[in-house]
């Protein structure tokens, strides 16, 4: 449970607390139990289709990757927060078993319509520090006020 | 490059054309799953108790998570679950390859477990790229109860010639 984040303290350019992930099989297998994708491109290491596409292993769901941003996203709301949107594309393959970091960063803030929103870069990195999920989030925070 | 597909009037003249609803479920069964398979350790998708004292009616759906949807096997895909069903639009994509492109979801409510929500899409954009077409379709969930929408959901495939 994160501490909670207010409006006024936030600075653009602030980042966002990192997680850094290394999904092995069995977490692809709990993935795809609770998201119902049993793509076995995901679990199934000599699925035809990855040697079609000249890989050895299994490919990480993009879904994953995106619930992975979602938690970052969501911590910075905290419980008191409000996540308003929160979008990403998936531009590179990472595959198990390697590392995976998740990461963001404070673009912008304003109060519109009484909200106090605040914009953020977010993206998942691979070891070479290419971004193979970039995508945007928009929070409403409160106010200490 | 010739392009593998062509943005006819006839294709955009579905843009918006909505499918036949389709219940999804959020059950404390469900969201935790969903947390346990994220590696959440996030005691707001699993406590129930801890979730109400926090304000939540119940434990609250992970972001990303807009519920399951009810399945039967003879109407739902049996690799991903999603539902074959009436309505929406059709077209004819190339088939050599199909990637996931991207995902992008509108909170205009929290989801928790006990929710039941409605969904329908709709194709909303079609791009084509050389050999790719880029198909986006937008799903709106809305609470079966009350009928607020509580989400929407733009999901982008690629569909390679």
Redesign the interface.
């Known amino acids: ?1 994160a501490e909670q984040t207010y409006f006024e303290d936030v600075k653009e350019g602030q980042e966002l607390p990192e997680i850094k ?1 290394k ?1 092995d099989k069995q ?1 692809l297998v ?10 076995p491109l995901h679990f199934d290491e000599k699925f035809p289709m990855l040697k079609g596409m000249g890989i050895e292993d299994n490919i990480v769901h ?3 990757k ?3 941003v ?2 970052i ?3 910075f709301a905290g ?1 008191k927060g ?9 531009r590179g393959m990472d595959l198990i078993n390697t590392n995976v970091t998740v990461k963001g960063v404070v673009t912008a803030k304003r109060r519109e319509g009484g909200e106090n929103l605040v914009e953020l870069d977010v993206w998942t990195e691979n070891d070479e520090g290419k971004k193979t999920t970039p ?1 945007t989030a928009v929070v409403a925070l409160p106010s200490k006020g | 490059m010739a392009e593998v597909f062509e943005v006819t009037a006839e294709v955009e003249a579905q843009y918006g054309v909505e499918s036949s609803p389709w219940v999804y479920e959020v059950t404390t069964t ?1 969201v935790r ?8 350790t ?3 998708h699993y406590d129930v108790d801890f979730a109400k004292s ?3 009616r119940s434990i609250v759906a ?4 807009v519920g ?2 009810a ?1 039967h096997p003879e109407t739902n895909d ?4 999603f539902p074959r069903r009436q309505g929406g639009a059709r077209l004819n994509l190339p088939t050599k390859g199909l ?9 205009f409510d ?1 989801i928790c477990a006990g929710d039941t929500l409605v969904e329908t899409s709709h194709l909303a954009e079609v791009r084509v790229r050389g050999n790719m077409v880029f198909v986006t379709n937008e799903s709106v969930f809305k609470d079966q109860a009350s009928g607020k929408v509580v989400a929407k959901q ?1 999901l ?1 495939s690629i569909h390679i010639g």
Request: a positive charge; hydrophobic letters at 30%.
């Open positions: 449970m992930i999904p977490q709990k993935f795809a139990a609770g998201s119902g994708d049993f793509n993009g879904r994953f995106y619930a992975q979602g938690r996203v969501f911590a419980y409000r996540v308003k949107k929160f979008g990403v594309s998936y995508g | 469900s799953m969903y947390a346990r398979g994220i590696g959440s996030d005691p707001i926090q304000g939540f992970p972001l990303g998570y399951t949807p399945f049996g690799t991903f679950g990637l996931d492109g991207g995902t992008e979801t509108e909170y929290y733009r982008t």
